[in-house]
C-alpha cells in the first residue's frame, strides 16, 4: 500500500501534477481577488445603509446660502419649501413674484394631492433662508402661509 501511494504521488508530480498544480495556483489566485472583492463590496453596502436618508433631498441649498444654526431640530419631511434667497422668493424650486406667493400657496394646497401624490397634506410649510436674510421678508412669506391655510410653518436649520 505504501508503495502505491509513492508511486501515485511520483506520478503527479512527474506528469500532470505540474499543470494542476499551476491550475491550482491560479485558482487560489483568483479566489483570494474574489474574497477581496465581495470584502470591498460588503463594506460599501453597508457603508450606504447606514448613510441613506429614505426622505431623499428635501432642500437645494444654492451655493453661498448659510442655513441658520439651532440647538434643537428635527428630520425634514416633504412637504411645501419656500426659498428666501438675496430679496427673491422661490415656491418649490421656482420663481415667483412676492404679491403671487399667497395665490400659489393656495394653488398649491388645493392640488396638493396631484402634484405630490406619495405624501399627505399635512398644513406645514417650511422656510429655507439664509441666515443673513432681513425679517421683513422672512415675516411677509410667514403671513401669507397664514393667510394661505399653513398653520405650521418651520425654518430649514443646520443643527448645531
Keep these: 500500500m505504501l508503495g502505491t501511494i509513492k508511486t501515485a504521488s511520483h506520478a503527479l508530480t512527474a506528469g500532470t501534477g505540474f499543470t494542476s498544480s499551476r491550475r491550482f495556483k491560479k485558482n487560489l489566485a483568483a479566489t483570494v481577488m474574489l474574497t477581496s472583492l465581495v470584502d470591498a463590496f460588503s463594506i460599501l453596502v453597508i457603508y450606504l445603509l447606514v448613510n ?3 426622505a431623499g433631498d428635501l432642500l437645494y441649498l444654492s451655493k453661498g446660502m448659510e442655513l441658520p444654526p439651532a440647538a434643537k431640530a428635527v428630520e425634514l419631511t416633504r412637504n411645501v419649501v419656500v426659498k428666501v434667497e438675496k430679496d427673491k422668493l422661490f415656491l418649490e424650486e421656482k420663481e ?4 403671487e406667493l399667497v395665490g400659489k400657496l393656495i394653488d398649491l394646497k388645493k392640488n396638493w394631492e396631484k402634484y405630490y401624490p406619495e405624501t399627505e397634506f399635512t398644513g406645514a410649510m417650511t422656510i429655507q433662508a439664509d441666515r443673513r436674510q432681513t425679517y421683513d421678508l422672512l415675516s411677509q412669506v410667514i403671513q401669507a402661509g397664514g ?3 399653513f398653520s405650521d410653518i418651520n425654518f430649514a436649520v443646520i443643527r448645531k
Design 52 to 54: 441613506f436618508s429614505s
Design 96 to 99: 415667483i413674484n412676492g404679491n
Design 147 to 149: 393667510h394661505a391655510g
